[in-house]
């Protein structure tokens, strides 16, 4: 299985500014098949980005990924007060699908 | 728009069976462009795939290995919803369980369609405790 690791673990900023999250896989990811889920206390997690880089639907464009093979990256400008959440990357190339441990963004 | 309520105790004894189900709003269980989920999220483990079922032409399961053996899911289509099994449940079992959609996100022309979790339950916390 494909294991995620993301770093910082925890990321400390203040509003408007710039956040960038890695995630790197213990081997390549197929296809690019990575998707980035954003969850807030007492809620499930929600999609923000698959493939890389393709926005969800209904997901502001602060919000963008990059990467390729086993690095990759969110980046979200311009923070707003409701961007203060989990972010977990996590591959949907062949199962098991599996999840990063989290990068926790606070204020 | 996609909605998924999940139903289901709140306690369970160990040794006994754990039974979820996720009632299925605005899509089909037996979509063919869908596959049905459960995840669980715990401090230890993380956020931590279960298992999925979906029907193309015939039902079809997927489990994860570390529940394999003990875990069981279900589709009703009479109800339009989906249900997990977790037989043998120890306090390890202890977790916060989400149904999840995963709809099609890619297709390959060699290796056929991809699915990314784009709907969510809003979770069931299931503690196992005597």
């Known amino acids: 299985e494909i294991v995620l690791t993301q770093s910082p673990g925890t990321l400390t900023l203040s509003p408007g500014e710039r956040a960038t999250l890695s995630c790197r896989a213990s081997q390549s990811v197929r296809g690019s098949y990575l998707a980035w889920h954003q969850q807030k206390p007492g809620q499930a997690p929600r999609l923000l980005i698959y493939g890389a880089s393709t926005r969800a639907t209904g997901i502001p464009d602060r919000f963008s990924g990059s990467g390729s093979g086993t690095d990759f990256t969110l980046t979200i400008t311009g923070l707003d007060p409701e961007d203060f959440a989990v972010y977990y990357c996590?591959?949907?190339?062949?199962?098991?699908?599996?999840f990063g441990q989290g990068t926790k963004l606070e204020i | 728009q996609v909605h998924l309520q999940q139903s289901g105790p709140g306690l369970v004894k160990p040794s006994q069976t754990l039974s979820l189900t996720c009632a299925i709003s605005?899509?089909?269980?037996?979509?063919?462009?869908?596959?049905w989920n459960w995840i669980r999220q715990s401090p230890s483990r993380g956020l931590e795939w279960l298992g999925r079922?979906?029907?193309?032409?015939?039902?079809?399961?997927d489990y994860a290995v570390s529940v394999k053996s003990r875990m069981t899911i279900n589709a009703d289509t009479s109800k339009n919803q989906f249900s997990l099994h977790l037989n043998s449940v120890t306090p390890e079992d202890t977790a916060m369980y989400f149904c999840a959609r995963a709809g099609q996100a890619h297709y390959d022309i060699w290796t056929g369609y991809y699915y990314v979790f784009d709907y969510w339950g809003q979770g069931n916390l299931i503690t196992v405790s005597a």
């Open positions: 996590q591959h949907y190339g062949f199962s098991p699908y599996t």
């Open positions: 079922t979906y029907y193309r032409s015939k039902w079809s399961y």
């Open positions: 605005g899509d089909s269980v037996s979509s063919n462009s869908a596959t």
